[in-house]
């Protein structure tokens, strides 16, 4: 059995009651546990009252000592602290204060009890693919997903792409989305791709509202490297990288993607599936029935 954990940053969506609630009851187990409990300095300026209940205000760069980054948010809020924590090691465990709460663990009614035997080394983790795209020379690395998108409405954008450095064609869409496996149910998955299990070791190159009756998702080895240029006439494309724009595509420009680097790792209870999230969380068909 791993390790107890003891180190725990806490990372937040918002500052509301449920959450100001939450941190609260985390602070009343510091002292049960034996937890040192860590926040930085923007987390600590949304929940100041909060932070004076024992939380150790630490620099970014600290955070790679911490044994688990305990998040009280959605989806996107996990995925920002994976981000955060890319290539220390350091897993990140999701208590879903959002919607969806796929990439999330626990649940804000019992996360407590299902805390307990996390903290006493009954857990699972999950190292994560990221991808990274090169434009001009600047790198940047994400957990989910690289998105090139159309700027101008009105106009189409018309992309050629290469894999490996074979021209595979080109391509009158809205835009292209490569996705990791953790990023395979969000955009992706909207645009028809294939949801793929968080473990997998690949890729997927899909495009947004393609003009094309032909063209289905690729999915592709992680040491494979992508080329996309922007050959449109007149439309830009924004480059975003888990849903943050890093840059744009002018005419005649092209990006190189490829898997990242830094790895993520994502934690679980160790009873999780992933194809029991996808059932639960996605296709929702308790619910159905």
Same mark, same amino acid.
């Given at each position: 059995?791993?390790?107890?954990?003891?180190?725990?940053?806490?990372?937040?969506?918002?500052?509301?009651?449920?959450?100001?609630?939450?941190?609260? @009851?985390?602070?009343?187990?510091? &002292?049960?546990?034996?937890?040192?409990?860590?926040?930085?300095?923007?987390?600590?300026?949304?929940?100041?009252?909060?932070?004076?209940?024992?939380?150790?205000?630490?620099?970014?760069?600290?955070?790679?000592?911490? @044994?688990?980054?305990?998040? *009280?948010?959605?989806?996107?809020?996990?995925?920002?602290?994976?981000?955060?924590?890319?290539?220390?090691?350091?897993?990140?465990?999701?208590?879903?204060?959002?919607?969806?709460? *796929?990439?999330?663990?626990?649940?804000?009614?019992?996360?407590?009890?299902?805390?307990?035997?996390?903290?006493?080394?009954?857990?699972?983790?999950?190292?994560?693919?990221?991808?990274?795209?090169?434009?001009?020379?600047?790198?940047?690395?994400?957990?989910?997903?690289?998105?090139?998108?159309?700027?101008?409405?009105?106009?189409?954008?018309?992309?050629?792409?290469?894999?490996?450095?074979?021209?595979?064609?080109?391509?009158?869409? @809205?835009?292209?989305?490569?996705?990791?496996?953790?990023?395979?149910?969000?955009?992706?998955? &909207?645009?028809?791709?294939?949801?793929?299990?968080?473990?997998?070791?690949?890729?997927?190159?899909? *495009?947004?509202?393609?003009?094309?009756?032909?063209?289905?998702?690729?999915?592709?080895?992680?040491?494979?490297?992508?080329?996309?240029?922007?050959?449109?006439?007149?439309?830009?494309?924004?480059?975003?990288?888990?849903?943050?724009?890093?840059?744009?595509?002018?005419?005649? @420009?092209?990006?190189?993607?490829?898997?990242?680097?830094?790895?993520?790792?994502?934690?679980?209870?160790?009873?999780?599936?992933?194809?029991?999230?996808?059932?639960?969380?996605? *296709?929702?068909?308790?619910?159905?029935?």
């Amino acid at each position: 059995m791993p390790e107890p954990l003891r180190r725990i940053a806490v990372a937040t969506h918002l500052a509301d009651a449920p959450t100001s609630a939450a941190l609260a @009851d985390l602070a009343r187990l510091k &002292s049960e546990y034996g937890l040192e409990l860590l926040m930085t300095a923007d987390e600590a300026a949304k929940h100041p009252r909060e932070a004076a209940l024992g939380y150790e205000c630490v620099a970014d760069d600290e955070l790679g000592a911490a @044994d688990l980054a305990l998040v *009280f948010g959605g989806d996107g809020t996990v995925l920002r602290s994976l981000g955060r924590l890319l290539g220390t090691g350091v897993p990140t465990l999701g208590v879903n204060f959002g919607h969806v709460g *796929f990439l999330a663990s626990l649940t804000p009614e019992d996360w407590q009890v299902s805390l307990a035997p996390i903290l006493a080394g009954d857990y699972a983790t999950v190292d994560l693919l990221t991808v990274a795209v090169e434009l001009n020379g600047d790198r940047h690395c994400g957990v989910n997903d690289v998105v090139l998108s159309r700027v101008a409405p009105r106009h189409v954008l018309h992309l050629e792409y290469e894999v490996s450095g074979v021209t595979i064609g080109r391509m009158l869409c @809205d835009g292209m989305i490569v996705a990791t496996p953790s990023g395979s149910t969000a955009y992706n998955l &909207s645009c028809d791709g294939p949801i793929v299990v968080w473990d997998a070791a690949v890729l997927v190159l899909n *495009f947004i509202a393609p003009h094309s009756l032909a063209f289905r998702p690729l999915v592709l080895r992680p040491d494979l490297a992508i080329t996309a240029r922007n050959v449109s006439y007149a439309q830009e494309a924004e480059i975003m990288v888990d849903g943050a724009s890093v840059g744009r595509m002018r005419g005649g @420009d092209e990006v190189h993607i490829r898997a990242g680097e830094r790895g993520a790792r994502l934690m679980l209870r160790s009873q999780d599936s992933f194809y029991q999230n996808v059932e639960e969380k996605l *296709f929702d068909r308790k619910h159905a029935r």
